[in-house]
């Protein structure tokens, strides 16, 4: 079987940046599922991952446009500290969700403090790097029915349990 839209792909990969330190990987546990098709996984991958059988072993260096963007300058900002109320001390590095006008939500992370001047980033960690995933294909399967109705992988219960998912 290979790999097509709508097919529940699994395999474990080695994510190194440009500097060939390891950001992330899933050595040593499990392989990470997703729904091919579904926009997932970066899109840069998703297609070097087409067409692509059980087995295979793939070494992929994806530019920063194809893997988490580039680095958007009109993500970053400075805000007032009086934004975080309640955190108890903000320091460089942490992360919040907060909700846009639109009602989406947005993560961001604090890069610097200066005073009662915070300037945060919104966008990816690791926006605007080149990339390369090792990666092994360790199982292709059919989506089922629900999965493509929610446009993402099950675990293995019936529903994965999300509210905006199950309801």
């Known amino acids: 079987m290979q790999i097509t839209d709508h097919k529940v792909v699994s395999f474990h ?28 996984i970066v899109a840069g991958l998703e297609k070097a991952l087409e067409g692509k059988s059980v087995g295979d072993k793939l070494n992929i260096t994806l530019d ?3 893997a988490y963007g580039d680095m958007d300058s009109s993500l970053i900002e400075v805000v007032s500290a009086e934004l975080f109320e309640g ?15 639109n009602g989406d939500d947005e993560f961001v992370r604090i890069v610097s403090i200066d005073g009662d001047n ?44 999300s509210e905006d998912c199950c309801s």
């Open 118 to 161: 915070v300037t945060i980033d919104g966008n990816h960690p690791l926006a605007g790097q080149k990339l390369t995933f090792d990666v092994e294909i360790t199982d292709i399967r059919d989506a089922t029915e629900e999965e493509l109705k929610h446009g993402h992988v099950h675990g293995e219960e019936e529903c994965c349990g």
């Open 13 to 40: 990969y080695t994510l190194t940046n440009d500097a060939g330190e390891v950001v992330d990987t899933t050595s040593g546990g499990e392989a990470l599922p997703y729904l091919h098709g579904e926009q997932e």
């Open 64 to 66: 920063a446009a194809d």
């Open 87 to 101: 955190v108890e001390k903000l320091e460089a590095g942490m992360e919040f969700e907060t909700e846009l006008d």
